[in-house]
């Protein structure tokens, strides 16, 4: 076979495959925009592609967690879901490819990932059980019915011709394809007399004779012409095929045979006085003169000529009809996932005007006024009070929960519980509100890391909270030694009852620097306490708190491998100068913020290169839960430098030098940068 025939076999390939890879991606966008509309009807967490996120951070091991916060930081989350989305358009393109050989088998494939995302939905820890599978798989339902149907409408598109240039043929207009080459001798394909039905219109009348010749003329001229076309015919193919089985003669009798048959039809359809009816003389038109008002080549047969014809009408192409599906397909799914997103953005609106309500009442206890001296005025170091907004975001939520006050509920119970209790947001705000500064940390902040913040919490005591409910520490006889708190998300954190009832300010804030918690930290109630990592400690979105044994109960990330027990390490970091900053000669300021909840800093000390330490100077201590900013001028000279910080607690320990990656329980080491003095 020549070259010249192999091309468009292979281009008519490519472009079901193309059509096929559309067909999935419009599959699987179906299959996710109608899930986003159950899910309006169910809740925002059962979609799919959250409920699939969520499953993989639950089985993602800590390094890799680790990896990613370290690298996207606060957006790791969008990361995940874009990752999501990246590997389902190659596995929809890859499942479009394959339906359009194997339509059910890639219908089946869509399927089944919708049994994925209902069986991630319903095993997740805040899962309600089977309703949760509904947005997977109804959306799994009609993405493959989807593929199913437009992977038929691109298999009953029509191919290209062999011969390049041809138009495709219309699979329903029987013809045999054209196989010779460009310029070679072809086989005529059969030619077909359309017969338009005779109506009374075209009954009525005689046609006068053309060219001053009778019908009798006429019809012997017709015949002549056929028998003439009929041995062109005959020697074409006689010099171009020498060696003919017995199959060909036979076809090429045949359709001499149907051409004389014609012919003899055409004198039935001749008046008695010679004269032919109308539509009789339009079907020897178009046999007699094909090319005349097609604008096709000569060479093209009448069938094909008419199938591209008839493909210009609405509704006659097969590329069209798969265009035009596709087109509303899509159109549709748009529509579906806008109503869908609408939907589920107006659950919140609940919580939204909740939260816009809530009047925060005076704490009974202030922060202690924040000393002058503990504010340094120096450009790039962290503010003393971490800004809402600028306060780090590390959890697993890929939907920030949007909880309505008015509806929230908190549980006491578990061991040692003698009087549990179930309290509502108002019950918390009749209650006596304390206010403090406390420095937040979260376990996979590296060293110099920016996982941490200053933040004025206004809050419950929950010592007094618990003791109320009958609980005692450990230290008092209690039978529990962890409190476990869930989130309304299915997070579970566990936190040492005694360091929760040992005097430390432990909180359960309802409000930070002035304001109510935001929905992106925990709104409207979270977890506080002092001198213990976030992860043990800081649950946000709480609804309940179980009284419990570290033996009898692994937390999330303690079933992930990081420590039950959690006390903060003495940390400091250097803020400015940047890493990698270029000065001028001359005075610079090195600066920064140290801190060691429940200790406090004494020392903060810098060295230049392989230089000795030289102390910094220390801004004020507001309180032993807050960090301390220090700061140390340096006289700058041209080259590249080292700069390294470390600090000393309260307790007269130093900042260790071993450096140790966050898991299992915070990183250490000194922070250093380099730069370049010009």
């Known amino acids: 076979m020549s070259e010249e025939r192999k091309v468009p076999g292979r281009q008519a390939r490519r472009r079901r495959s193309a059509l096929g890879a559309l067909s999935g991606v419009l599959a699987g966008y179906a299959s996710l925009a109608v899930a986003e509309l159950v899910s309006a009807a169910v809740r925002p967490e059962a979609g799919p592609v959250v409920a699939v996120g969520g499953a993989a951070i639950d089985r993602t091991p800590a390094p890799v967690k680790d990896w990613a916060i370290r690298t996207f930081g606060t957006q790791d989350k969008l990361v995940l879901q874009l990752g999501i989305l990246l590997v389902l358009v190659l596995i929809a393109l890859a499942l479009g490819v394959f339906a359009t050989r194997h339509r059910r088998v890639g219908a089946a494939g869509v399927s089944l990932f919708g049994v994925v995302g209902a069986f991630a939905a319903t095993e997740r820890p805040d899962s309600t059980g089977f309703v949760d599978a509904l947005p997977s ?20 598109a029509p191919e290209p011709s062999a011969v390049a240039g041809q138009e495709p043929v219309n699979a329903e207009v029987g013809t045999e394809p054209v196989n010779a080459e460009a310029g070679a001798a072809r086989t005529p394909a059969p030619r077909t007399a359309v017969h338009l039905p005779v ?40 010099a171009d095929e020498p060696e003919r ?38 079907n020897q038109g178009l046999t007699q003169r094909p090319n005349q008002g097609l604008n096709q080549p000569p060479n093209q047969p009448l069938n094909q000529r008419l199938s591209r014809r008839l493909n210009r009408w609405p509704g006659g192409s097969p590329r069209r009809r798969f265009l035009t599906l596709a087109a509303g397909s899509a159109v549709a799914a748009t529509a579906a996932g806008a109503l869908g997103r609408s939907l589920n953005g107006s659950r919140g609106a609940g919580a939204i005007a909740s939260r816009a309500r809530i009047v925060l009442p005076a704490p009974v206890s202030h922060a202690p006024p924040v000393p002058r001296a503990a504010r340094l005025a120096v450009k790039g170091i962290s503010p003393f009070l971490t800004p809402g907004k600028d306060l780090y975001r590390v959890d697993t939520a890929l939907v920030v929960p949007k909880i309505d006050a008015g509806q929230w509920r908190l549980r006491i119970h578990g061991k040692g519980v003698t009087r549990p209790v179930t309290l509502s947001f108002d019950d918390l705000l009749r209650r006596d509100l ?27 005591r929950l010592a007094d909270l618990l003791a109320e409910c009958g609980v005692r520490p450990p230290s008092k006889g209690g039978p529990a030694d962890q409190l476990v708190a869930r989130s309304v998300d299915g997070m579970t954190l ?35 306490v002092p001198g213990l990592y976030g992860y043990v400690s ?98 700058a000279v041209p080259g590249n430098h080292s700069l390294t910080v470390r600090a000393t607690d309260g307790t007269g320990q130093v900042q260790t030098s071993r450096r140790a990656k966050t898991v299992p329980d915070g990183a250490s080491g000194h922070h250093s940068v380099v730069i370049t003095v010009d």
């Not at 001053?212 to 019809?219: D, M, S, T, V, W």
């Not at 062109?232 to 193919?237: F, K, M």
């Not at 432990?506 to 929905?519: I, K, Q, R, V, W």
């Not at 801190?595 to 801004?619: F, H, K, M, N, S």
């Open 434 to 460: 304390i206010e403090r500064h406390i420095t937040l940390t979260c376990v996979s902040n590296e060293v110099g890391g920016p996982y941490t913040g200053n933040i004025r919490w206004l809050g419950v």
């Open 199 to 238: 109506t009374a219109a075209t009954a009525r009348g005689t046609a006068r004779p053309e060219g001053g010749r009778n019908p009798a003329e006429r019809q012997q001229t017709h015949d002549a012409q056929q028998t003439h076309d009929a041995q062109q015919t005959d020697r074409a193919e006689q």
């Open 137 to 156: 798989l109804v959306g799994a339902v009609a993405g493959a019915g989807l593929l199913y149907v437009l992977a038929g409408a691109v298999r009953g």
């Open 538 to 635: 800081a649950c946000k979105w709480l609804q309940e708190l179980e009284l419990t044994t570290f033996e009898d109960f692994d937390p999330y990330w303690v079933r992930r491998d990081w420590a039950r027990r959690a006390p903060i390490k003495t940390a400091s970091r250097i803020d400015t100068p940047k890493p990698l900053a270029r000065l001028e000669p001359g005075p610079v300021t090195i600066a920064g913020v140290a801190w060691a909840q429940r200790r406090g800093i004494e020392r903060v000390e810098v060295r230049i290169d392989d230089g000795p330490w030289q102390d910094a100077r220390l801004a004020a201590e507001d309180t032993r839960d807050t960090w301390r900013q220090w700061s140390l001028s340096w006289q």
């Open 245 to 282: 089985t017995e199959q060909t003669e036979q076809t090429e009798q045949t359709e001499r045979t149907e051409r004389t048959d014609e012919n003899a039809q055409a004198q039935e359809d001749t008046r008695p006085d010679g004269e032919q009816l109308p539509n009789q003389r339009l």
């Open 494 to 528: 566990g936190s040492p009852v005694e360091d929760v009832m040992d005097g430390r300010d432990a909180l359960l804030a309802l409000g930070m620097n002035g304001e109510p918690l935001t929905f992106d930290h925990g709104f409207p109630v979270r977890m506080v």
